[in-house]
């Protein structure tokens, strides 16, 4: 079972458009992270959150994490074609006895100019 | 969907050791597979990028000796931690690239601890 629901899988927006994308879990958060992948060029790490309400930003992205640490977004302002790729959440867990990373399944963004 | 498997999930070796951990894509063919290293409450710093039939391509400050690359087949890529020491002990995964997918695919992670 996926341990975090990202939503939406997909997503196109028109140049210019502000998005939202959506990473949600049902256990508590204590390490979350962004990242964006491009095909062919690997993870490329943008945020990480741990803290209740915690918000960060990077040039016109911008990630939060809600005060009970289970629900985390990432907004971009003003999309450039530059942002198209798949983004996808990650976190710290438990599993087995010993801690591991998961991921949500992605979001994939084209950005049409 | 596309698997990608990744074995040991956890291994624990003795210092001056090496260790194989491997990268399958079970059902597709992977030209191009990653592999990343965490550090506790850190995020996944990218090592290397593997590519079939070639050399892989090392991240800057990524010592190339010390952790050797091979990805002899479009399906399988293996990491070897030469001659690991403690400070080697970390949460190593790897991802794969398919073409024409809109995800990405990564193996379950392997957990190293060197004593």
């Known amino acids: 079972s996926q341990e975090l629901e990202q939503s939406p899988q997909s997503l196109i927006v028109q140049e210019g458009k502000n998005l939202t994308i959506n990473c949600t879990s049902s256990?508590?958060?204590?390490?979350l992270y962004w990242y964006k992948q491009k095909y062919g060029e690997g993870l490329i790490f943008l945020m990480m959150?741990?803290?209740?309400?915690e918000e960060k930003s990077h040039e016109k992205i911008t990630a939060k994490l809600d005060e009970k640490k289970q629900q985390s977004s990432l907004h971009i302002t003003a999309s450039q074609p530059s942002h198209a790729g798949i983004y996808l959440c990650?976190?710290?867990?438990?599993?087995?006895?010993?801690?591991?990373?998961?991921f949500g399944i992605g979001t994939k963004l084209q950005v049409i100019p | 969907g596309a698997v990608v498997s990744q074995h040991p999930s956890r291994v624990i070796c003795k210092s001056g050791t090496s260790v194989k951990i491997e990268c399958r894509s079970l059902?597709?063919?992977?030209?191009?597979m990653f592999w990343y290293r965490q550090f506790p409450k850190k995020s996944l710093m990218l090592m290397a990028t593997?590519?079939?039939?070639?050399?892989?391509?090392?991240e800057q400050g990524v010592e190339k000796d010390k952790f050797l690359i091979n990805h002899a087949s479009l399906t399988l890529s293996t990491l070897t931690v030469t001659s690991a020491h403690p400070e080697d002990s970390s949460f190593y995964i790897c991802?794969?690239?398919?073409?024409?997918?809109?995800?990405?695919?990564f193996g379950q992670g392997t957990r190293l601890t060197v004593v």
């Open positions: 991802s794969a690239d398919r073409q024409g997918a809109t995800e990405a695919f």
């Open positions: 256990k508590t958060l204590y390490g």
């Open positions: 959150l741990q803290k209740g309400g």
């Open positions: 990650g976190a710290d867990i438990v599993a087995g006895g010993y801690q591991k990373v998961t």
């Open positions: 059902d597709f063919q992977a030209t191009t």
């Open positions: 593997s590519n079939e039939g070639s050399k892989a391509t090392y």
